[in-house]
């Protein structure tokens, strides 16, 4: 009897894939714990608010529809098919990058600009900003971000980008 509903669950999500009827709509729920699970590849796509995005693969071993759907009720739902789903979350916070390498800087041309390490000529971008008027900076905040100021935190991100914001230099007059 177990092979009989494995087989008839194959069956329904192969033909749901040729009617493009969603997976969700065509397994049924798992009632006897004697059946075999649905395995399926699950991709979790975090997208945060410096712009990166992190991939996560993982096999879910699905015994019920429902529960599976509410384990990912707060993300998108990206792409579906019998093998496989995509899911996407938009974060409210900066990447793990970021906390664990981001230094806010000034680049050459004086844009606030985040690096992976220490701001120096070498030192790779991960994000840039506005361009800052270097003349309406106090020598202290010029010397911080000629140094570096490390990112750390989503609010210590934020609330930088604010400060510096009101030393955004006036766009050129022709």
């Known amino acids: 009897m177990k092979l009989i509903n494995r087989i008839v669950l194959i069956t329904t999500c192969f033909f749901a894939s040729f009617l493009d009827v969603p997976l969700s709509h065509a397994v049924h729920q798992n009632?006897?714990?004697?059946?075999?699970p649905l395995e399926m590849k699950v991709i979790l796509e975090r997208v945060y608010l410096d712009g990166e995005t992190s991939q996560e693969q993982k096999k879910e071993k699905i015994w019920s529809m429902e529960d599976f759907w509410a384990r990912y009720e707060?993300?998108?739902?990206?792409?579906?098919?019998p093998s496989q789903m995509v899911f996407r979350k938009q974060m409210d916070d900066i990447s793990p990058l970021m906390k664990a390498n981001g230094y806010f800087g000034l680049s050459n041309e004086g844009i606030?600009?985040?690096f992976l390490g220490k701001p120096e000529p070498s030192s790779k971008v991960i994000q840039s900003f506005f361009?800052?008027?270097v003349g309406k900076l106090e020598s202290r905040n010029h010397s911080e971000l000629n140094k570096g100021i490390r990112v750390g935190t989503r609010d210590h991100y934020l609330r930088v980008i604010?400060?510096?914001?009101h030393?955004?230099?006036a766009p050129d007059k022709q």
């Open 31 to 36: 009632k006897s714990s004697e059946e075999k």
């Open 74 to 81: 707060d993300w998108q739902l990206l792409d579906e098919s």
């Open 112 to 114: 606030l600009t985040i």
């Open 131 to 133: 361009q800052i008027d």
């Open 162 to 165: 604010e400060t510096y914001r």
């Open 167 to 169: 030393f955004t230099a």
